[in-house]
């Protein structure tokens, strides 16, 4: 609530709101029937495993099993489902982030302690959301959700609409900042009343229960893509497809991946208000400090040199003020840029790595820990969210700063009619650095042409790096070796100056290490999102996933012939033909992967046992890549494109 108090620059037409509702109250108060439904969810769930407290209390049943709010890692249905409970969720966890939540104080050394015990109320009070999503009971499960939405939904616009105002947006606060958490409730109000509908239909019989399967069915399109041939002509793609998106009907992105790229627009939406609304207050109590200053000015005599002072210190403010209104549009946009580009290079980082691709990442990082990888999973979304908000901050700010730099060079000369020394400044200056920049090429070009032997064939491209004239290169090094020390000090401030630039305009893209090489380790960040790629890759990858569904699906076909086998009057298929279909497939997939034989059993116990002989192994192993290079060779005279083409790690 907003007290009596009005603080100095806030606007003046916020009054005293009391309509009854504590909404920190009803988010302490909502752990009760939060707890209920997660009870109610876990007795209505069986365990699938018998444990010692079923035979001690058997009349359990087996029942209060674990209820998981979502499926962080293998599951792609009801994406944007879950992704919406994020949305609801997004305004507590930004609440997070400020200590106005410690509902009392406590010691320094104990708040870290504190904001743990509020982060799992957090995620307690909307454990509900995520459980009715994904609880195998369906119906029981759209009731309860349908239920705490609507109390949900109540509370917020009840709260919303009365008292709207706020001391940082003014009067209209907390519909501004609210309004994505109340849509967020009312699409999974939609969302569970579709459940239970669909849940009664099955019940009725009137519709057919979906099947429950390991594999998906674009997982299943990406497959066959991949055992097709490449068209020799294939249609070229837009410049919005080669520079910004390509659309790939192949690929989901997962629940966890949705979800924090939802919180993280959100969480960007929130804070460009803050920022904006907090820059005007402050600018403002800046202005009332310039007011202060005229006054003495004015009431005191011997002043002249503060009096001086005061049209510099309004131009300033001015000055200041604009700029960062523009840097404000120019930082968030940069963070949306960012946000969305982050999806762009996870699924190109995870289809690299399916394909077999590890050069975009460090040599370090090509195996990285199990413990360390899964671990990645729990730790990416939160230090994705964080990331992306302190980004915006630390960005804006760099923005000003090069904002401020560009009026005061540019700008500002021009509009009090100093164009000549300004351009006599920036001439002087690009001089320089142009005189600088062209020695250095110079250096390139006296030894490409002097000091560079002859190509060795008309059609080489460059030089081959071999000294010609050493005798004069030597005379040529010695004397541009004292210009040189000089201009390393220029380059060594230049290198830490771009250093720091490009650290910080990156600081937000977790995707990629802003640590020098050798020294990615250091980047907890980026360790966090090598870790969740791998997880991702080695549960999700199709090839994978699809060959595990085809091993259940044959286990289920086995079982139910075996236990109907006996009104089964078709002959079934000898055992020599099976046999003999399954040698001849085998003999098709290593005539068209010969590098596969050396991956059989029985060359890997061969190459294990017998290390040191080399008749029969070495044999095999000459004749497998004999016939891969003559795959190879086939492939380039038919001249049909690589099916992957490999990809540089500086495109993403």
């Not at 250096?443 to 080489?460: A, E, N, W």
Request: proline share 5%; aromatic share 12%.
């Amino acid at each position: 609530m907003i007290g009596t108090q009005v603080e100095p620059g806030v606007d003046s037409r916020v009054q005293d709101c009391e309509n009854g509702i504590s909404m920190d109250l009803f988010l302490h108060v909502s752990l009760i029937p939060a707890v209920f439904i997660t009870g109610i969810l876990s007795f209505l769930q069986k365990r699938a495993k018998t444990l010692g407290i079923d035979r001690r209390l058997p009349f359990l049943g087996g029942r209060f099993a674990i209820v998981i709010p979502l499926d962080t890692i293998g599951s792609l249905s009801n994406r944007w489902s879950y992704g919406f409970a994020f949305g609801a969720v997004s305004s507590s966890v930004l609440l997070l982030f400020s200590e106005g939540y410690v509902p009392f104080s406590v010691p320094t050394w104990a708040r870290a302690i504190m904001f743990l015990i509020g982060a799992l109320e957090v995620g307690l009070v909307y454990f509900p959301f995520f459980a009715c999503l994904s609880t195998p009971c369906r119906a029981a499960g759209a009731v309860l959700g349908i239920l705490y939405s609507l109390c949900w939904i109540t509370i917020t616009v009840w709260d919303t609409f009365t008292c709207p105002s706020g001391k940082i947006l003014g009067i209209h606060q907390k519909i501004i900042v609210q309004w994505p958490c109340i849509l967020s409730l009312i699409f999974l109000l939609g969302r569970f009343i579709y459940m239970l509908v669909k849940a009664v239909r099955i019940r009725l019989q009137l519709e057919p229960e979906d099947p429950e399967e390991l594999i998906e069915q674009h997982q299943v399109q990406h497959v066959k893509s991949l055992l097709r041939k490449t068209p020799a002509h294939s249609k070229p793609l837009s410049w919005f497809q080669r520079r910004v998106y390509e659309w790939d009907p192949h690929f989901k992105f997962p629940n966890r991946i949705i979800g924090t790229a939802i919180i993280s627009l959100i969480g960007l939406y929130t804070m460009t208000l803050a920022d904006y609304s907090v820059s005007n207050v402050a600018f403002d109590r800046v202005e009332k400090w310039k007011e202060t200053l005229e006054y003495l000015v004015t009431s005191c005599n011997q002043t002249e040199a503060l009096g001086a002072m005061i049209p510099q210190l309004e131009e300033f403010i001015d000055v200041a003020r604009k700029s960062w209104l523009a840097t404000t549009i120019f930082a968030s946009l940069n963070s949306v840029a960012y946000t969305l580009h982050v999806l762009a290079c996870y699924r190109k980082h995870l289809k690299r790595l399916w394909r077999g691709q590890k050069g975009f990442l460090p040599e370090k990082f090509h195996n990285p820990s199990s413990a360390v990888s899964v671990a990645s999973i729990t730790r990416y979304s939160g230090w994705q969210i964080a990331f992306t908000l302190w980004g915006y901050l630390i960005v804006h700010f760099v923005h000003f700063l090069f904002a401020l730099l560009f009026v005061y060079a540019l700008v500002l000369p021009i509009k009090h009619g100093r164009v000549l020394s300004m351009l006599s400044n920036l001439g002087i200056t690009v001089l320089t650095i142009a005189l600088v920049i062209a020695l250095v090429i110079l250096q390139v070009v006296l030894v490409q042409i002097f000091f560079l032997q002859d190509k060795m064939s008309p059609t080489d491209k460059e030089k081959p790096l071999a000294l010609n004239n050493r005798k004069a290169f030597h005379c040529f090094s010695y004397f541009f070796f004292f210009y040189n020390v000089v201009m390393g000090i220029g380059n060594c401030i230049l290198r830490l100056l771009s250093s720091i630039l490009a650290g910080t305009w990156l600081v937000s893209r977790i995707d990629r290490t802003i640590m020098q090489r050798g020294y990615e380790g250091m980047d907890a960040g980026y360790s966090t999102w090598v870790g969740m790629i791998f997880a991702d890759h080695y549960h999700n990858n199709p090839v994978m996933v699809c060959f595990c569904q085809l091993l259940v699906s044959d286990t289920l076909e086995r079982h139910a012939a075996s236990s109907y086998s006996t009104f089964n009057n078709t002959p079934s298929e000898s055992p020599g033909n099976s046999q003999a279909r399954r040698r001849w497939r085998l003999l098709y997939t290593l005539l068209r992967n010969p590098r596969l034989i050396l991956l059989r059993k029985h060359h890997i116990s061969l190459s294990s046992s017998r290390r040191t002989s080399s008749s029969p192994h070495s044999d095999a192993v000459l004749q497998a890549w004999v016939m891969a290079s003559q795959t190879q060779s086939r492939q380039a005279a038919s001249q049909l494109p690589p099916e992957f083409d490999v990809i540089p790690a500086e495109d993403c």
